[in-house]
């Protein structure tokens, strides 16, 4: 018995496979404030598990720091625990590393302008070009499942992740905008994004065209937006046509900071059930 029992943990261990994590290149043509395009190089961050024969794919999507040092210094967005986690459920996880930031490095092509000038669009439209080109890519590899996969996102990546939505994209069957939005500074104007009203309009052109289910998740004590300003947000979508689930999570441990925005990496246990309920409720 103890051989048998020994031979199954083994058998269990060989089955549950590696988590492999790669680096690629990829390309894509952007358009930046001023209408002009760029074709570009950027870097993307694939974990998945080498036993899976074929996964459903995960686009994940970083944020973004209003101060360009910030940006220039962030290195190659991987998300290492949230991305082995999501591997963990059974995906495919594709992390770009937009142009503009990091080791893509680039021209900022995201610039929204300051707050007094705030256009949003165009710095979305940017960011979800490069989530088209890698979902593309990660359709295409033979371990992906193409018919069936999210895009999730962080901050500047929650909102590209409802931007993505609106797209009719083959094989996106859902996505999950963790603390997304723009325009806001809790250094300078905590709370205060730049034209919020002009977000709850940009959400709202993307309800008018998105037909699959999204999942919204907040923190009460959001430096960058706040409890109140996301609600709207989200109720300006669905009022358009979108369909969604909003989350709104308690305040952030104080143990863990004051600033709620980070949660989707400082606290995965406040959000990691509603996200696995959304994989039920959507097919997964």
């Known amino acids: 018995m103890r051989l048998l029992a020994l031979l199954l943990l083994a058998w269990s261990a060989a089955a549950a496979g590696t988590i492999v994590e790669e680096t690629v290149e990829l390309q894509a043509t952007v358009r930046d404030q001023k209408g002009r395009d760029h074709t570009l190089p950027f870097k993307v961050t694939v974990f998945r598990d080498d036993a899976r024969s074929r996964s459903p794919f995960m686009v994940l ?23 082995r986690y999501f591997v963990g459920k059974g995906f495919a996880v594709f992390v770009p590393t937009r142009i503009g930031y990091g080791v893509s490095g680039g021209p900022d092509i995201e610039y929204t302008g ?7 669009p165009p710095g979305y439209e940017a960011s979800m070009r490069q989530s088209l080109a890698v979902i593309e890519y990660a359709r295409a590899r033979p371990y992906v499942d193409a018919s069936r996969g ?30 997304g ?7 300078t104007q ?27 998740v907040y923190a009460e004590n959001d430096r960058y937006f706040g409890p109140k300003l996301p609600r709207q947000w989200f109720d300006a979508y669905r009022a358009a046509g979108g369909t969604g689930e909003f989350v709104l999570l308690p305040k952030l ?7 709620g925005h ?22 997964f």
Request: aromatic letters at 10%; hydrophobic letters at 35%.
């Open 262 to 283: 980070g949660s989707f990496t400082r606290a995965p246990s406040s959000w990691q059930p509603h996200f696995e309920a959304f994989l039920k409720k959507t097919g």
């Open 181 to 187: 939005g723009g325009g806001g500074n809790p250094r």
């Open 150 to 179: 999210l895009a999730v996102g962080q901050s500047f990546g929650g909102t590209t992740a409802i931007a993505l939505a609106a797209q009719k994209v083959p094989g996106l069957v859902g996505t999950v905008n963790f603390a």
């Open 190 to 216: 905590p709370e205060r994004p730049c034209f919020p009203e002009r977000l709850a309009e940009l959400f709202a052109s993307y309800g008018k065209t998105a037909r699959i289910p999204t999942l919204w």
């Open 114 to 120: 300051n707050c007094k000038t705030r256009n949003y």
């Open 253 to 259: 441990d104080p143990a863990l900071g004051d600033d």
């Open 61 to 83: 999507n970083h944020g973004r720091s209003a101060y360009a040092a910030e940006r220039a210094k962030m290195g190659r967005a991987r998300y290492t625990d949230n991305s």
